[in-house]
């Protein structure tokens, strides 16, 4: 059981982080298209509208990718997480089906509206197409968070007899106070990746001296917006969603921030440590008297729980996991804010596109979004273990008892090397696109 367990979490939890590699970008993306689409309207210099086609054929590319990675993780409800599929789906069945009807054919139906009907629906109409892409993805993103917001927090159920979950007040699915900080900070985050990705492409521009219009456009659009959703990740949004933590998943913020033993008089902020389940410590630590207290709740003084106040039944079941995921999501903003910080101030400057060190970093930097939201996922996902449903429904329920072990590895090996096969193919398609520009700038 326990292999079969593993197993099937080892299949979800790759299949969907290679997924996520591509709406990350879409979302945020589709916002900066929208502002180039819209500045061309305004000003009526073809090159933002070049940049706007330009970056809706890689959106396109990515969001064929995500569709067809999206979809194995569909089937995985029924074939290795069928109790769980039986027990929630009058849940999570209703947000699930109306991200699906909605949101996927609303984001669909107008990119290629966008991508083919300029000349025939004119240009505000045109950006009226990017707009609704825009919504579109955007309303994807919340319905699926309304449905991971259920499961961090679950809210507006009852149990039956037979121990299904069924909806009786519909509408707190949509008021539950996990949802709007964690909507919030994961499309901000989106919109990190998405302003690398333009910032990194345009630095890219200038230090080869090829589409230089391009590239200085590309970097100042990547580094505002940026700047601006890099801080907002980080407060309000970061900071709403981890208070949501200590009200309603205390455990898990315990193991997030390695707190293994009450601490009175105030809680230290760990800057550096490994956490030793063994001994329950952390070694080697470098920390800050009194800071998360502060930080938290806004008092020196503040107790938090320690992992010793809880069942160790109800711990976390990836300690070492959760805090590694956790510090390399939050180690990695701050550094993002700090370069943007002095890539805004060499823009005022009017220094920022001779600055090669700071080119340089956007270019080194494109991976590194990548992974700070993936950690943020596996924050969010590892600190819900052991559970399903929180508090109600374990994992170990709602795996499906009749795939065994060995099928699921040999389908595991199966998206590993098929995805591999994609990803290559991706990044060959992209890289081409990227290698050819903009197009050239009508006269």
């Given at each position: 059981?326990?292999?079969?367990?593993?197993?099937?979490?080892?299949?979800?939890?790759?299949?969907?982080?290679?997924?996520?590699?591509?709406?990350?970008?879409?979302?945020?993306?589709?916002?900066?298209?929208?502002?180039?689409?819209?500045?061309?309207?305004?000003?009526?210099?073809?090159?933002?509208?070049?940049?706007?086609?330009?970056?809706?054929?890689?959106?396109?590319?990515?969001?064929?990718?995500?569709?067809?990675?999206?979809?194995?993780?569909?089937?995985?409800?029924?074939?290795?997480?069928?109790?769980?599929?039986?027990?929630?789906?009058?849940?999570?069945?209703?947000?699930?089906?109306?991200?699906?009807?909605?949101?996927?054919?609303?984001?669909?139906?107008?990119?290629?509206?966008?991508?083919?009907?300029?000349?025939?629906?004119?240009?505000?109409?045109?950006?009226?197409?990017?707009?609704?892409?825009?919504?579109?993805?955007?309303?994807?993103?919340?319905?699926?968070?309304?449905?991971?917001?259920?499961?961090?927090?679950?809210?507006?159920?009852?149990?039956?007899?037979?121990?299904?979950?069924?909806?009786?007040?519909?509408?707190?699915?949509?008021?539950?106070?996990?949802?709007?900080?964690?909507?919030?900070?994961?499309?901000?985050?989106?919109?990190?990746?998405?302003?690398?990705?333009?910032?990194?492409?345009?630095?890219?521009?200038?230090?080869?001296?090829?589409?230089?219009?391009?590239?200085?456009?590309?970097?100042?659009?990547?580094?505002?917006?940026?700047?601006?959703?890099?801080?907002?990740?980080?407060?309000?949004?970061?900071?709403?969603?981890?208070?949501?933590?200590?009200?309603?998943?205390?455990?898990?913020?315990?193991?997030?921030?390695?707190?293994?033993?009450?601490?009175?008089?105030?809680?230290?902020?760990?800057?550096?440590?490994?956490?030793?389940?063994?001994?329950?410590?952390?070694?080697?630590?470098?920390?800050?008297?009194?800071?998360?207290?502060?930080?938290?709740?806004?008092?020196?003084?503040?107790?938090?729980?320690?992992?010793?106040?809880?069942?160790?039944?109800?711990?976390?079941?990836?300690?070492?996991?959760?805090?590694?995921?956790?510090?390399?999501?939050v180690g990695l903003g701050t550094i993002f804010i700090g370069i943007l910080f002095f890539a805004v101030v060499q823009l005022f400057r009017k220094k920022l596109y001779k600055t090669k060190w700071i080119l340089w970093s956007l270019v080194f930097l494109l991976p590194f979004p990548y992974i700070a939201n993936t950690t943020g996922w596996y924050t969010a996902e590892l600190g819900r273990q052991p559970w399903l449903v929180y508090n109600l429904l374990r994992t170990s329920e709602g795996a499906s008892p009749t795939v065994s072990s060995g099928n699921t590895l040999f389908t595991l090996?199966?998206?590993?090397?098929?995805?591999?096969?994609?990803?290559?193919?991706?990044?060959?398609?992209?890289?081409?696109?990227?290698?050819?520009?903009?197009?050239?700038?009508?006269?």
């Amino acid at each position: 059981m326990e292999d079969m367990l593993f197993y099937d979490r080892m299949q979800f939890a790759f299949t969907i982080t290679f997924h996520y590699l591509f709406p990350q970008l879409t979302m945020g993306l589709s916002l900066l298209i929208v502002y180039f689409k819209g500045k061309f309207l305004y000003n009526k210099v073809e090159k933002y509208n070049d940049a706007a086609k330009f970056w809706m054929k890689i959106f396109a590319l990515n969001f064929a990718m995500g569709v067809v990675t999206g979809i194995p993780m569909e089937f995985q409800f029924g074939t290795n997480w069928a109790k769980f599929s039986e027990l929630t789906g009058g849940i999570i069945g209703q947000t699930l089906a109306m991200e699906g009807m909605f949101s996927f054919f609303l984001e669909s139906s107008f990119l290629g509206l966008f991508i083919f009907g300029e000349k025939l629906l004119g240009h505000k109409l045109h950006f009226v197409t990017g707009f609704l892409v825009f919504l579109g993805s955007w309303m994807s993103g919340y319905l699926i968070i309304a449905t991971h917001s259920w499961m961090q927090h679950p809210v507006g159920y009852e149990i039956l007899e037979n121990g299904k979950f069924v909806l009786n007040n519909f509408g707190a699915l949509f008021s539950n106070p996990w949802l709007l900080p964690s909507y919030l900070h994961n499309q901000l985050a989106s919109l990190v990746t998405a302003s690398f990705v333009v910032a990194a492409i345009g630095a890219f521009y200038l230090l080869n001296n090829k589409h230089h219009e391009f590239g200085r456009i590309f970097v100042k659009t990547g580094v505002i917006f940026g700047f601006i959703s890099s801080v907002l990740v980080a407060v309000p949004t970061g900071d709403l969603t981890a208070k949501n933590v200590v009200k309603y998943q205390p455990a898990t913020f315990a193991a997030m921030e390695g707190i293994f033993h009450t601490e009175k008089g105030g809680s230290e902020i760990v800057l550096i440590g490994q956490p030793n389940t063994l001994d329950k410590k952390l070694d080697n630590k470098i920390a800050v008297p009194n800071i998360l207290s502060f930080l938290t709740y806004q008092n020196w003084d503040a107790e938090i729980k320690g992992l010793n106040e809880f069942d160790e039944k109800d711990h976390p079941t990836n300690i070492p996991g959760l805090y590694y995921a956790y510090h390399i999501m939050v180690g990695l903003g701050t550094i993002f804010i700090g370069i943007l910080f002095f890539a805004v101030v060499q823009l005022f400057r009017k220094k920022l596109y001779k600055t090669k060190w700071i080119l340089w970093s956007l270019v080194f930097l494109l991976p590194f979004p990548y992974i700070a939201n993936t950690t943020g996922w596996y924050t969010a996902e590892l600190g819900r273990q052991p559970w399903l449903v929180y508090n109600l429904l374990r994992t170990s329920e709602g795996a499906s008892p009749t795939v065994s072990s060995g099928n699921t590895l040999f389908t595991l090996l199966g998206f590993i090397g098929l995805y591999l096969l994609l990803g290559m193919l991706f990044l060959i398609l992209v890289g081409k696109m990227i290698n050819n520009g903009p197009e050239p700038i009508k006269h």
